[in-house]
């Protein structure tokens, strides 16, 4: 995956500097720290009647991608399901990582041991495969589309907003 391009976000009436100016433009790799350390995420997907879904989930950012699991018939998995636009967020809202993207269905075996070892490696679980069988189970990659971040400490000078290469938009606009 290329580097995704950094821009200052447009926030009018909040006193955000040029993109020069403050801290700058945040570098990609300090929000994929964010992502890395996170401990708990939000998935926000979209309901069938067009309402917006918010819930927490574990998860891990591995590769460019962020990784999850829900069972099969919750509401998150159901909607990304039919329509995979969705956003995920850290849990620090003083310093945020904000992704848009999109959800893939994950079900090949390979994939679903890789999501296994990474959420056994950084939650200290033990949970065997069956945990994520796709008969009772969903699996998700959230492909980044854009994402903004910023620092408290900083508010009006980190600003940053980062577009991503990305020929992946199924089912969406």
Request: charge should be negative.
């Amino acid at each position: 995956m290329s580097a995704p391009r950094a821009t200052r976000p447009y926030m009018p009436g909040y006193g955000i500097l040029p993109a020069e100016d403050g801290s700058g433009l945040l570098p990609w790799s300090w929000a994929e720290e964010r992502l890395r350390s996170s401990r708990n995420y939000w998935v926000v997907s979209v309901r069938p009647d067009g309402r917006p879904h918010s819930m927490p989930v574990w998860g891990v950012w591995y590769e460019g991608t962020f990784w999850f699991s829900s069972s099969l018939g919750s509401r998150k998995a159901r909607n990304l399901t039919a329509k995979s636009r969705c956003v995920v967020t850290t849990e620090d809202a003083d310093s945020p990582v904000v992704v848009e993207g999109t959800a893939e269905l994950i079900r090949e075996p390979a994939a679903l041991e890789t999501l296994l070892t990474l959420e056994n490696q950084k939650y200290g679980t033990d949970f065997g495969i069956e945990m994520l069988d796709p008969a009772e189970n969903a699996c998700f990659q959230v492909h980044p589309i854009q994402a903004f971040a910023l620092k408290e400490e900083d508010f009006t000078g980190s600003p940053t907003r980062w577009t991503f290469d990305t020929k992946k938009d199924p089912n969406n606009t």
